[in-house]
Each structure stands twice: as structure tokens, then as C-alpha cells.
């Protein structure tokens, strides 16, 4: 026989919830327990749902590598999403032929035969395919999107390295001499992957290595393919990759640009040159 109680909610609604006593009575220690750990001076906890609730609320999710892979799944969908609803001259981001020659201009002494260069978050950018007309001896893109890399292997020689991976859970099997990200920092929002970034980064730069950082400026838009950016100064920047490589990362120098999206709107990014020092 089922017996009807009451339980009072957050809002003062009332709801009545059949139950058989004898199935929730082990149950009755665990919620008395909960409701006099999570009750507030003046706060109703006699209802064992909302004490559950609160429960949930405070217990973390999960540790920070599973959070990571839980994200970048995530990231992935999105991205590859983004990049398969529109063709490469459709999506926000993608430079003219003139910025990316002044681009590859600013790196031009960087790239020779003895350089390896690597692009994070390459997605569909022909940057990589810059590097290996100008000669660079190793060229690797790294993107967490299958479609971005599918483009990337239909414009660059098998011999280059693809890398199907998110930045922060990624291990650099090798040295490089040159790292350039073009608006993927700025989408980590969080200190921690922040701090993640500078040491992968770190351990993957040969000592006299340069990175290439792009970032929206401090007044660039606040969001980027519907998602949350940090955006940053030169100097800001250059404060923050100093202090989270422990003063091994040192910018060289910075300059502003305005890119132009396929729509005709301006957005603002900086990019800022590190150098790490051998130690």
C-alpha cells in the first residue's frame, strides 16, 4: 500500500510523491545526514530532494584530467561542426592571401631548412602550406578537429606530421624551433589550462625556440565561434606567458592587426613573439 507525504520545495511549491516507506527507510540516515551538513541558518532542508540537489552541487564533477577529455570531446564536435557547415572562405576566421603573406613575412627568417615548425590549431589554414614552400625542414600541424586535419592532409605533403589531438592533452614527441597558435590560447579561459598550455608549449620549444601567440586584442569581441575568449594586450600577454613559464618565455616584441571577416567586420587581434631562453 503506497502512503502520500508531502515535500516542500525552494520556491514554497508543494508536491506530493507516492513512495513505499519500507523502500526509501534505509535511505532515511544518509538524508537526515545531508539535510544537517547542507542546511543554512533560515534555509528550509527538510526536503530530502533539495538537499540532494545540493549535494551534487558541491561535489566536484570529476579530477582535471577527466575534465579535460570530457572537454576537448567536446571542443572536437564543435569544431568539427564549424568547419563541415561552411566552405574554408565562409568561416569567420579565415585570413585573405595578403594577411597570410604578411603573416609568413613576419616569420620569414624563422623558417629554413634546419627550422620545425608546428601550427596549433591549424584547422583550415594555409599557413603550414606556407612554411613548406618557404623550405622548412619540418612542418606539423596539431588540431582537435578530424575535419581541419582531413583539409590539412589534402594540401600538405604526407611527409609532414599530422597530430589529431587537443594542445593540452598532447605530448610533443619531439622538438621545435618555431610554435605558432593563432587564436587557440585565447580560448582557454580557465588559469589552470592556461598554466597547462605555457608547459606544453615549453616542453615542446628546443631551447632558442620562438612562439608565435595571436590572441583578440584587449578591445578584439568578447566571443569567437560562439564561444567565451580571454583577450589580451601584447603587454598583457606578455605578462602572463612570463609568469606562467617562470621567466623562460621572453616577448621579443608585439604589433596589432585588423582582420577582415568574409562579412566585412573588423576584429582586433595582437600577436606577441616569445623567445625561450636556453637554460
Known amino acids: 500500500m503506497f502512503t502520500c507525504f508531502r515535500l516542500t520545495h525552494y520556491a514554497n511549491r508543494n508536491c506530493r510523491i507516492k513512495v513505499k516507506i519500507a523502500h526509501i527507510r534505509p535511505f532515511f540516515p544518509i538524508l537526515v545526514g545531508l539535510m ?3 542546511s543554512k541558518p533560515g534555509q528550509n532542508m527538510n526536503c530530502p530532494v533539495a538537499a540532494a540537489a545540493k549535494f551534487r552541487q558541491s561535489a566536484p564533477m570529476t579530477n582535471t584530467c577527466e575534465r579535460r577529455m570530457m572537454h576537448a570531446t567536446s571542443l572536437a564536435q ?63 600541424v596539431l588540431d582537435v578537429s578530424d575535419a581541419a586535419l582531413d583539409y590539412q592532409r589534402s594540401v600538405l605533403p604526407q611527409t609532414c606530421e599530422f597530430i589529431g589531438a587537443s594542445v593540452l592533452d598532447w605530448t610533443a614527441t619531439r622538438r621545435y624551433t618555431l610554435w605558432h597558435d593563432r587564436a587557440v590560447f585565447h580560448f ?21 625556440g620562438v612562439a608565435v601567440l595571436s590572441t583578440f586584442d584587449a578591445d578584439g569581441p568578447a566571443r569567437c565561434s560562439n564561444l567565451p575568449v580571454q583577450r589580451y594586450s601584447s603587454a598583457q600577454l606578455a605578462d602572463v606567458v612570463h609568469r606562467l613559464s617562470n621567466g623562460a618565455l621572453v616577448a621579443q616584441r608585439g604589433y596589432q592587426t585588423q582582420h577582415i571577416t568574409p562579412k566585412s567586420n573588423r576584429q582586433a587581434f595582437q600577436t606577441t613573439l616569445f623567445h625561450k631562453i636556453a637554460r
Open 78 to 140: 564543435h569544431w568539427n561542426t564549424a568547419y563541415d557547415a561552411r566552405d574554408r572562405s565562409d568561416l569567420t576566421w579565415t585570413q585573405t592571401d595578403q594577411a597570410l603573406g604578411e603573416q609568413l613575412g613576419h616569420m620569414g627568417s624563422l623558417v629554413t631548412p634546419d627550422s620545425a615548425c608546428i601550427d596549433i590549431g591549424a584547422g583550415k589554414s594555409q599557413l603550414a602550406a606556407g612554411w613548406v614552400s618557404l623550405g622548412a625542414g619540418h612542418v606539423a
Open 188 to 208: 582557454l579561459t580557465d588559469p589552470q589550462d592556461q598554466s597547462a598550455y605555457v608547459a606544453q608549449m615549453l616542453h615542446a620549444l628546443e631551447p632558442g
Open 36 to 38: 544537517s551538513v547542507f
